[in-house]
């Protein structure tokens, strides 16, 4: 069939643009505070969703229907805005909508929208009534493509003009209900029987000459996707359009637009092929204080050129300004091997490494706050947090007999009794990675005989990657494998390495003084209060991955991001958490000392956390720090698994910044990964908002 078009100039032609990026939509999706959007609702759920968000003064403005595989599905979207009353029905034949119709309009109600969709061998609506005057109107529908095309010229030539139009089928067959008001207004294009590609190229040439997509629909023709939309001559465009035909991949379109400053006006999901075959159509608003399009373009070449540089599958990005979450996107996929291929976007949750244990040190600074231990309690040992858990006194006094390096740096200090050493651990030493504890780095002195068997970090040793925590820790504590200490704990002048263990420990010790498994203690009593539900530890297996988890790629010769090695449940204090990069700058606004949003630490203990540590002033207690105090400080962590890549970042300039890749690769001229995904993403987007003063005054949070 010959597209058709009813217009008032010549006949445009679109090019849609399939963009966007990813995960699957929950069956229930409240976005800030101007508006909610409800998809996959049955008939009933609808109803009680719109009784509840129209007691909060929200306002139904879009509601569509489709059968998907024998299920009728509805979406919907409520406005927090003042209007006139309204009635809206769904799930209605064509005789009961025409029935409600005669009555609602003898009661001062006029019709406002209306959605058709098939439903086995007939079509059901869903429709909007609002009491209010306004111009003559006249509402048709079940009209075949001739037939609407004959209203369509008829109530033109009268002086009406369409405000709404909805295709939908009959047993395959096209079918339109629309909408026309007797009124003056901009020139308008109405086309219908659009092919995808035709569609495409007549929304790219509507927009280059001037025109806006108002209203667009999905239909089936015999087996085929067609398309009708309604554009209208407008000075400056602010909608956009987002099609796809995965349930995940509309998702991350959604979350990508809304992130970026758009909020959702019309969500159109059809199904053709008897409801086998599902496709979803939005259409979503530009808010006026949002990032251009010119600089959201500019920051997609700049992601886009990193990803094919490192050969990344994907990267998400999360800017807070003033501790307002300002923008979030997703770029690239989160899982290239499915098909279709599923799209980042800022939701999803990545591996974060090392980004770990800012948390764990926030978890615990707080714990401290209300216990009687602090930050200068013992660990070990007789009045320690953790005490003989893991070691009795014999032991410690057998440490003396255990091989001891000398200093990796030499010193003005006595070596102590390993024992004693022990025992002077605090939690403050551990949280700045200053034990004095081995985590065979071989960073002694040249010809010292011992030797680790090229194992380096205690965490990835190979013969223990079977024990549980419990087992490694007890199994360090024997000394057979890695030196006893003798480096006092915290000593100035004196390298202390960088410890996965450490914090490994400080994991135990939260568990310790709350009584709670780790990962429960911090999301019941750090996470959820303040309103971060999706965090998790992580799992090892691909299996294993959490819902909306990506999925890893590590370009390197014999690595795998899963298995082997990557333990994950078990790294939980010091690496073993996936979160969105939303989510992380939504903890870290709470605990950075800026003003706008109440902090959960005390000022004592953001400071203490993001002051620099007496035995290295570049690292603090869970973050990595400004030495320089002449400057304003700031904080940062990054993280680095097989197969991902993260940081999180408190600049000076009141912004923060979080971003997470799902691929690791080796070094381009001498240049990490980790490096690149700072000085090549996170700075030039930065940059470029700054530079340009496009800070958005909104809060995505």
């Known amino acids: 069939m010959t597209p058709q078009s009813v217009h008032t100039n010549s006949f445009r032609i679109y090019t849609l643009w399939l963009c966007g990026l990813c995960i699957s939509l929950y069956a229930s999706t409240t976005l800030a505070e101007t508006f909610v959007y409800k998809p996959y609702l049955t008939a009933d759920s609808f109803y009680e969703h719109d009784k509840t968000w129209k007691e909060k003064s929200y306002r139904l403005i879009d509601v569509s229907g489709c059968r998907y595989k024998g299920q009728d599905e509805y979406f919907a979207i409520w406005e927090k805005t003042e209007g006139a009353p309204y009635v809206v029905e769904v799930n209605m034949t064509s005789s009961e909508y025409q029935s409600k119709f005669n009555s609602l ?66 047993k395959r067959a096209p079918r339109f209900a629309a909408i026309w008001e007797k009124s003056s207004g901009p020139l308008y294009v109405l086309s219908h029987g659009m092919s995808n590609d035709k569609f495409y190229s007549m929304r790219f040439q509507m927009t ?38 995965s349930k995940r991949n509309f998702t991350s379109a959604f979350w990508n637009r809304y992130y970026s400053g758009y909020s959702p006006r019309q969500i159109d999901a059809f199904s053709i092929n008897h409801g086998e075959k599902r496709t979803y159509l939005g259409i979503f608003r530009k808010r006026p204080e949002g990032v251009s399009k010119d600089i959201r373009l500019t920051m997609s070449t700049i992601v886009t050129t990193f ?60 714990l401290l706050e209300t216990n009687k231990r602090h930050l200068d309690s013992k660990v070990f040992g007789e009045t320690g947090i953790l005490g003989f858990d893991y070691f009795d006194k014999n032991a410690m006094r057998s440490w003396k007999d255990k091989p001891k390096p000398p200093p990796n740096k030499p010193g003005n200090f006595s070596r102590g009794d390993p024992g004693d050493l ?92 709350s009584g709670k498994p780790y990962q429960t203690y911090v999301k019941e009593n750090l996470l959820t209060p303040i309103g971060i539900d999706n965090m998790f530890i992580g799992g090892e297996l691909k299996s294993d991955r959490h819902p909306n988890e990506v999925t890893y790629y590590a370009n390197e010769p014999n690595k795998s991001p899963y298995g082997g090695s990557m333990k994950v449940s078990r790294m939980d204090a010091h690496g073993g958490w996936v979160a969105s990069p939303i989510d992380l700058l939504k903890l870290l606004v709470r605990a950075d000392g800026s003003p706008n949003k109440p902090d959960i630490l005390s000022k004592k203990s953001m400071k203490e956390m993001a002051s620099g540590v007496p035995w290295n002033p570049g690292r603090g207690l869970g973050w990595m720090v400004n030495p320089d105090k002449t400057k304003k400080n700031f904080w940062i962590h990054n993280g680095a698994f097989k ?24 070094d381009i001229e001498g240049k990490s990964l980790t490096s690149a995904l700072r000085d090549e993403v996170l700075r030039p987007i930065v940059d470029l908002l700054s530079d340009n003063q496009a800070w958005p005054t909104y809060d995505l949070f």
């Not at 490192?310 to 990267?315: F, I, R, S």
């Not at 700045?432 to 011992?450: A, F, V």
């Not at 890695?482 to 390495?497: K, L, M, R």
């Not at 197969?643 to 080796?666: E, F, H, K, M």
């Open 105 to 170: 309009k003898a009661k001062g109600y006029r019709l406002t929208h209306i959605s058709g969709f098939a439903a086995g061998a007939q079509a059901k609506y869903a429709a909007i009534w609002e009491k209010k005057n306004g111009p003559t109107y006249v509402a048709k529908h079940g009209m075949t493509g001739t037939i609407f095309q004959q209203q369509a010229n008829k109530w033109k030539r009268k002086g009406y003009r369409p405000i709404h139009v909805s295709a939908y089928s009959i």
């Open 208 to 245: 280059q000459k001037g025109y806006e997509l108002k209203v667009a629909s999905g239909y089936e023709q015999f087996g085929t996707e067609r398309f009708a939309a309604l554009w209208e001559k407008t000075n400056e465009p602010i909608h956009e359009l987002s099609l796809r035909h």
């Open 307 to 366: 990803l094919k540089k490192w050969d990344v599958a994907g990267v998400s990005v999360a800017i807070t300004k003033d501790e307002r979450l300002v923008f979030a996107q997703g770029y690239g996929f989160a899982d290239k091997d499915q098909d279709p291929q599923w799209e980042v976007n800022p939701n999803q949750l990545f591996r974060i490494a090392s980004v770990s244990k800012p948390i764990t040190a926030i978890a615990l600074i707080k």
């Open 422 to 513: 022990v025992a002077s651990i605090t939690v403050r030493h551990l949280l700045g990675h200053g034990s004095g504890l081995d985590d065979g780095y071989d960073e002694y002195e040249p010809g010292w005989p011992y030797k680790l068997n090229g194992q380096k970090d205690v965490m990835f040793k190979k013969t223990w990657l079977d024990f549980s925590q419990a087992q490694l820790i007890t199994e360090y504590f024997k000394f057979d494998e890695y030196f006893a200490p003798v480096i006092p704990a915290g000593i100035a002048g004196v390298y202390h390495n960088y410890s996965n263990f450490g914090y490994l420990l400080l994991g135990r010790v939260i568990e310790k003084l």
């Open 643 to 666: 197969g991902s890549r993260a940081w999180l970042r408190n600049r000076s300039d009141d912004v923060n910044t979080a971003a997470v890749i799902n691929t690791s690769a080796p």
